[in-house]
Protein backbone atom coordinates (compact mmCIF):
# COMPACT_ATOMS: atom_id res chain seq x y z
CA UNK A 1 0.00 0.00 0.00
CA UNK A 2 1.48 3.52 -1.17
CA UNK A 3 1.45 6.03 0.99
CA UNK A 4 2.98 9.15 1.46
CA UNK A 5 4.66 11.29 4.37
CA UNK A 6 4.81 15.48 4.86
CA UNK A 7 7.46 16.45 7.26
CA UNK A 8 7.69 20.24 7.88
CA UNK A 9 9.37 21.77 10.56
CA UNK A 10 6.62 22.56 12.88
CA UNK A 11 4.95 26.26 13.88
CA UNK A 12 7.25 28.37 15.55
CA UNK A 13 10.40 26.89 15.08
CA UNK A 14 13.10 28.34 12.99
CA UNK A 15 12.66 27.31 9.13
CA UNK A 16 16.01 29.37 7.82
CA UNK A 17 15.45 27.25 4.40
CA UNK A 18 11.90 28.57 4.15
CA UNK A 19 13.11 31.84 5.32
CA UNK A 20 15.45 32.35 2.90
CA UNK A 21 12.92 31.04 -0.05
CA UNK A 22 10.18 32.89 0.67
CA UNK A 23 12.62 35.41 0.62
CA UNK A 24 13.45 34.59 -2.81
CA UNK A 25 10.18 34.61 -3.86
CA UNK A 26 9.72 38.18 -2.88
CA UNK A 27 12.50 39.61 -4.68
CA UNK A 28 11.36 37.52 -7.85
CA UNK A 29 8.27 39.08 -7.93
CA UNK A 30 5.55 37.09 -6.85
CA UNK A 31 4.62 39.41 -3.64
CA UNK A 32 1.59 36.81 -2.85
CA UNK A 33 4.15 34.24 -1.21
CA UNK A 34 3.50 33.70 2.70
CA UNK A 35 4.76 31.67 5.40
CA UNK A 36 7.04 29.48 3.22
CA UNK A 37 8.18 26.52 4.54
CA UNK A 38 10.38 24.20 3.08
CA UNK A 39 10.49 20.27 4.83
CA UNK A 40 10.70 16.40 3.52
CA UNK A 41 8.23 14.17 1.63
CA UNK A 42 8.93 10.50 1.73
CA UNK A 43 7.48 8.41 -0.37
CA UNK A 44 6.79 4.84 0.76
CA UNK A 45 4.75 1.10 -0.26
CA UNK A 46 3.90 -0.76 3.10
CA UNK A 47 2.52 -4.36 3.54
CA UNK A 48 -0.52 -3.95 5.56
CA UNK A 49 -4.18 -5.74 5.42
CA UNK A 50 -6.30 -2.17 4.94
CA UNK A 51 -5.46 1.21 4.62
CA UNK A 52 -6.15 1.73 8.49
CA UNK A 53 -3.20 -0.66 9.31
CA UNK A 54 -1.01 1.33 6.85
CA UNK A 55 -1.78 4.72 8.45
CA UNK A 56 -1.00 3.10 12.07
CA UNK A 57 2.12 1.57 10.55
CA UNK A 58 3.70 3.93 8.99
CA UNK A 59 2.78 6.78 12.36
CA UNK A 60 4.66 4.85 13.99
CA UNK A 61 7.24 4.90 11.44
CA UNK A 62 7.09 8.98 11.97
CA UNK A 63 7.41 8.82 15.91
CA UNK A 64 10.62 6.59 15.39
CA UNK A 65 12.40 7.91 12.91
CA UNK A 66 10.84 9.66 10.01
CA UNK A 67 10.56 12.90 11.78
CA UNK A 68 11.56 14.50 14.92
CA UNK A 69 8.92 15.49 16.83
CA UNK A 70 10.60 17.77 18.48
CA UNK A 71 10.95 20.93 16.03
CA UNK A 72 8.80 18.71 12.95
CA UNK A 73 4.99 17.71 12.16
CA UNK A 74 4.33 15.09 9.97
CA UNK A 75 0.98 14.09 7.78
CA UNK A 76 -0.03 10.91 5.64
CA UNK A 77 -1.81 10.62 2.93
CA UNK A 78 -2.63 6.38 2.70
CA UNK A 79 -3.58 4.73 -0.57
CA UNK A 80 -7.46 3.80 -0.59
CA UNK A 81 -8.17 6.20 2.32
CA UNK B 1 39.37 6.41 34.27
CA UNK B 2 39.00 4.50 30.86
CA UNK B 3 37.37 6.76 27.86
CA UNK B 4 35.73 5.29 24.78
CA UNK B 5 35.26 6.75 21.46
CA UNK B 6 32.51 5.63 18.90
CA UNK B 7 33.48 5.47 15.47
CA UNK B 8 30.20 5.50 12.96
CA UNK B 9 30.28 4.83 9.06
CA UNK B 10 30.97 8.76 8.30
CA UNK B 11 32.77 9.61 11.54
CA UNK B 12 35.47 12.18 10.97
CA UNK B 13 37.20 13.33 14.34
CA UNK B 14 37.25 9.84 16.29
CA UNK B 15 41.07 9.83 15.78
CA UNK B 16 41.58 13.36 16.62
CA UNK B 17 38.88 12.51 20.03
CA UNK B 18 41.33 9.56 20.36
CA UNK B 19 45.10 11.65 19.93
CA UNK B 20 43.76 14.45 22.15
CA UNK B 21 43.23 11.89 24.99
CA UNK B 22 45.79 9.21 24.64
CA UNK B 23 48.51 10.64 22.68
CA UNK B 24 47.90 14.43 24.38
CA UNK B 25 46.59 13.14 27.78
CA UNK B 26 47.98 10.21 28.13
CA UNK B 27 44.33 8.64 29.29
CA UNK B 28 43.52 5.01 28.31
CA UNK B 29 41.31 4.97 25.38
CA UNK B 30 39.73 2.54 24.01
CA UNK B 31 38.06 3.00 19.91
CA UNK B 32 34.84 1.72 20.07
CA UNK B 33 33.10 0.23 16.36
CA UNK B 34 29.25 1.00 16.06
CA UNK B 35 28.38 -2.44 15.50
CA UNK B 36 29.49 -3.63 18.23
CA UNK B 37 27.16 -3.50 21.13
CA UNK B 38 30.10 -3.82 24.03
CA UNK B 39 31.73 -0.58 25.27
CA UNK B 40 34.76 -2.54 26.26
CA UNK B 41 35.10 -1.12 29.81
CA UNK B 42 34.76 2.74 28.78
CA UNK B 43 33.43 4.60 31.85
CA UNK B 44 33.24 7.65 29.66
CA UNK B 45 31.49 7.45 26.18
CA UNK B 46 32.23 10.36 23.61
CA UNK B 47 30.41 10.46 20.43
CA UNK B 48 32.54 12.24 17.96
CA UNK B 49 31.72 15.11 15.30
CA UNK B 50 31.31 13.67 11.35
CA UNK B 51 28.40 13.21 8.74
CA UNK B 52 27.52 9.80 10.16
CA UNK B 53 25.31 7.96 7.29
CA UNK B 54 25.58 10.70 5.54
CA UNK B 55 23.82 13.19 7.30
CA UNK B 56 20.89 11.43 5.39
CA UNK B 57 17.00 11.90 6.34
CA UNK B 58 18.59 14.61 9.47
CA UNK B 59 21.62 14.65 11.51
CA UNK B 60 22.14 11.59 13.67
CA UNK B 61 19.28 10.59 13.03
CA UNK B 62 20.34 6.92 11.68
CA UNK B 63 23.66 6.81 14.03
CA UNK B 64 21.41 6.42 17.07
CA UNK B 65 19.73 3.62 15.69
CA UNK B 66 23.34 2.07 15.61
CA UNK B 67 23.37 -1.13 18.11
CA UNK B 68 26.15 0.72 20.31
CA UNK B 69 23.48 3.22 21.11
CA UNK B 70 21.84 0.65 23.22
CA UNK B 71 24.69 0.23 25.77
CA UNK B 72 25.53 4.16 25.12
CA UNK B 73 21.59 4.67 26.49
CA UNK B 74 22.50 2.22 29.28
CA UNK B 75 25.72 4.16 30.12
CA UNK B 76 23.72 7.33 30.65
CA UNK B 77 20.94 5.91 32.61
CA UNK B 78 23.11 4.40 34.80
CA UNK B 79 24.93 7.54 35.52
CA UNK B 80 27.83 6.98 33.29
CA UNK B 81 29.34 10.13 31.32
CA UNK B 82 28.57 10.31 27.59
CA UNK B 83 29.28 13.50 25.93
CA UNK B 84 28.60 13.97 21.89
CA UNK B 85 30.51 16.44 19.95
CA UNK B 86 29.22 18.50 17.08
CA UNK B 87 27.48 15.05 14.75
CA UNK B 88 27.95 13.32 18.02
CA UNK B 89 25.90 16.26 20.00
CA UNK B 90 23.15 15.83 16.91
CA UNK B 91 22.90 11.96 17.56
CA UNK B 92 22.49 12.73 21.27
CA UNK B 93 19.32 14.86 20.52
CA UNK B 94 18.21 12.33 17.93
CA UNK B 95 18.57 9.77 20.88
CA UNK B 96 16.67 11.77 23.17
CA UNK B 97 19.37 11.80 25.32
CA UNK B 98 19.88 15.37 25.01
CA UNK B 99 16.81 17.93 25.12
CA UNK B 100 16.17 19.63 21.98
CA UNK B 101 17.24 19.50 18.21
CA UNK B 102 19.79 20.77 16.13
CA UNK B 103 18.97 22.16 12.82
CA UNK B 104 20.14 24.36 9.33
CA UNK B 105 22.59 27.38 10.69
CA UNK B 106 20.51 30.17 9.81
CA UNK B 107 22.95 31.60 7.23
CA UNK B 108 21.96 28.40 5.06
CA UNK B 109 26.23 28.35 4.74
CA UNK B 110 28.34 25.58 6.76
CA UNK B 111 30.66 27.33 9.04
CA UNK B 112 34.31 26.88 10.05
CA UNK B 113 35.59 29.24 12.33
CA UNK B 114 37.14 29.66 15.70
CA UNK B 115 34.17 31.28 17.86
CA UNK B 116 34.52 32.88 21.42
CA UNK B 117 32.45 31.02 24.38
CA UNK B 118 31.56 31.46 27.92
CA UNK B 119 31.30 29.18 30.77
CA UNK B 120 27.56 29.86 31.72
CA UNK B 121 27.05 26.95 34.65
CA UNK B 122 30.91 26.01 36.08
CA UNK B 123 29.08 23.32 38.36
CA UNK B 124 29.27 20.66 36.39
CA UNK B 125 31.35 17.17 35.44
CA UNK B 126 32.59 18.53 32.37
CA UNK B 127 32.80 22.63 33.65
CA UNK B 128 34.31 21.56 36.89
CA UNK B 129 37.69 23.55 36.45
CA UNK B 130 36.41 26.86 35.06
CA UNK B 131 34.46 29.64 36.46
CA UNK B 132 31.18 31.12 35.76
CA UNK B 133 31.99 33.85 32.65
CA UNK B 134 35.09 32.06 31.83
CA UNK B 135 35.91 32.37 28.02
CA UNK B 136 36.90 29.81 25.43
CA UNK B 137 38.23 30.13 21.75
CA UNK B 138 37.21 26.82 20.02
CA UNK B 139 36.76 25.61 16.51
CA UNK B 140 33.84 25.02 14.99
CA UNK B 141 32.65 23.40 11.67
CA UNK B 142 29.05 22.72 10.96
CA UNK B 143 26.01 23.33 8.61
CA UNK B 144 23.05 21.97 11.19
CA UNK B 145 24.38 23.47 14.38
CA UNK B 146 21.60 25.95 14.85
CA UNK B 147 20.18 24.90 18.53
CA UNK B 148 16.56 24.41 18.99
CA UNK B 149 14.39 23.46 22.15
CA UNK B 150 10.95 23.82 22.26
CA UNK B 151 9.85 27.02 23.49
CA UNK B 152 8.23 25.67 26.81
CA UNK B 153 11.38 23.26 27.43
CA UNK B 154 14.03 26.55 26.53
CA UNK B 155 13.22 28.57 29.94
CA UNK B 156 13.77 25.49 32.22
CA UNK B 157 16.85 24.51 30.41
CA UNK B 158 17.88 27.80 31.62
CA UNK B 159 16.75 27.72 35.03
CA UNK B 160 18.09 24.33 35.73
CA UNK B 161 21.18 25.25 34.55
CA UNK B 162 21.64 23.01 31.63
CA UNK B 163 23.13 25.66 29.02
CA UNK B 164 26.68 25.18 29.50
CA UNK B 165 28.40 27.04 26.83
CA UNK B 166 27.35 30.33 24.74
CA UNK B 167 28.42 32.02 22.00
CA UNK B 168 29.73 35.94 22.73
CA UNK B 169 31.82 38.38 21.13
CA UNK B 170 35.62 38.33 22.02
CA UNK B 171 35.02 40.48 25.15
CA UNK B 172 32.23 37.93 26.15
CA UNK B 173 29.16 39.43 25.37
CA UNK B 174 26.30 37.65 23.91
CA UNK B 175 25.45 39.65 20.54
CA UNK B 176 23.45 38.57 17.58
CA UNK B 177 26.68 38.82 15.60
CA UNK B 178 28.03 36.49 18.23
CA UNK B 179 25.78 34.05 17.66
CA UNK B 180 27.34 32.06 14.56
CA UNK B 181 24.22 30.19 13.49
CA UNK B 182 21.44 31.76 15.34
CA UNK B 183 20.79 29.01 17.76
CA UNK B 184 18.39 30.09 20.27
CA UNK B 185 20.06 32.07 23.06
CA UNK B 186 23.18 31.47 21.51
CA UNK B 187 23.21 27.89 22.93
CA UNK B 188 26.28 25.96 21.99
CA UNK B 189 26.59 22.99 25.10
CA UNK B 190 23.81 21.67 27.00
CA UNK B 191 23.44 19.05 29.31
CA UNK B 192 20.69 16.44 30.57
CA UNK B 193 18.76 17.15 33.89
CA UNK B 194 21.18 14.60 35.18
CA UNK B 195 24.10 16.40 34.09
CA UNK B 196 26.02 13.36 32.99
CA UNK B 197 24.91 13.61 29.22
CA UNK B 198 26.74 16.66 27.55
CA UNK B 199 26.16 17.82 24.04
CA UNK B 200 28.58 20.76 22.55
CA UNK B 201 28.99 21.52 18.96
CA UNK B 202 32.39 23.44 18.94
CA UNK B 203 35.53 20.56 18.83
CA UNK B 204 37.60 20.54 22.01
CA UNK B 205 39.65 17.61 19.78
CA UNK B 206 40.84 20.33 18.34
CA UNK B 207 41.87 22.18 20.43
CA UNK B 208 44.30 20.30 22.92
CA UNK B 209 47.97 21.43 21.64
CA UNK B 210 48.93 25.14 21.46
CA UNK B 211 50.47 24.88 18.11
CA UNK B 212 47.30 23.73 16.64
CA UNK B 213 44.65 25.73 17.75
CA UNK B 214 45.17 26.60 21.37
CA UNK B 215 44.74 24.40 24.42
CA UNK B 216 41.37 25.35 25.28
CA UNK B 217 39.54 22.28 24.52
CA UNK B 218 42.24 20.55 27.71
CA UNK B 219 39.96 22.83 30.16
CA UNK B 220 36.87 20.89 28.93
CA UNK B 221 38.64 17.10 29.24
CA UNK B 222 40.24 17.93 32.14
CA UNK B 223 37.01 19.10 33.70
CA UNK B 224 35.50 15.71 32.79
CA UNK B 225 38.49 14.09 34.32
CA UNK B 226 38.33 15.99 37.26
CA UNK B 227 34.77 15.43 37.63
CA UNK B 228 34.44 11.94 37.33
Known amino acids: ?81 | MKWGVVTFPGSLDDRDVVWALADVMGQNVVSLWHKDERLHGAECVILPGGFSYGDYLRCGALARFSPIMNSVARLAEDGGIVVGICNGFQVLCEARLLPGALTRNRSLSFICDQVTLRVENPSTRFTCLMNRGDLLRLPIKHGEGLYVAPEDELPQLEERGQVLLRYVSSAGEATEEANPNGSLNAIAAVANETFNVFGLMPHPEHAVEAGLGGTDGLRLFNSLLRGV
Open chain 1, 1 to 81: MRVEVFVTPKRGVLDPQGRAVEHSLLSLGFKQARNVRVGKYILLEVDAGSAAEARRIVQHMCERLLANTVIEDYRLEVEGE
